[in-house]
């Protein structure tokens, strides 16, 4: 069994069972209706049926996963095959690797980038312009 719960706007939470879970047997995800079929009632509701199905589909199928809980010294690589490899100059990406590696990864190397709050950046970056103060 699988339903949509509106969220406002044209956002939607697409929600279905999962058989394979017996504490928490709702699987969920959150959709956007793309704005050409906001305007009509008939076609938001064809579409987000579709969707839900398809969401519906891949719960039963067990393939609807959690995230992995990925932390900042995995994600730098990944990061820079996938971007500062081809965004960016040689010197830059020299420049960037070696503040990543001077800074960034002895405050967050270990921690879950989800866990990595605006309060924490603000926090290092002013400590960071002490110590450069100081010096």
Do not use: C
């Amino acid at each position: 069994m699988a339903w949509t719960e509106h969220l406002g706007g044209n956002k939607y939470k697409l929600v279905a069972r999962d058989p394979s879970k017996v504490n928490k047997p709702k699987r969920s995800i959150s959709v956007e209706v793309p704005k050409e079929l906001v305007k009509s009632e008939r076609k938001t509701k064809q579409w987000l049926t579709l969707e839900l199905a398809k969401w519906a589909k891949k719960v039963e199928a067990g393939k609807a996963k959690k995230a992995e809980k990925v932390t900042f010294s995995d994600f730098v690589p990944i990061w820079k095959k996938g971007y500062a490899d081809k965004n960016m100059g040689e010197y830059t990406l020299k420049t960037n690797m070696w503040y990543i590696e001077s800074y960034l990864m002895p405050e967050f190397g270990n921690v879950v980038i989800e866990k990595i709050t605006t309060l924490h950046l603000v926090t290092f970056f002013a400590d960071l312009k002490g110590k450069r103060v100081r010096n």
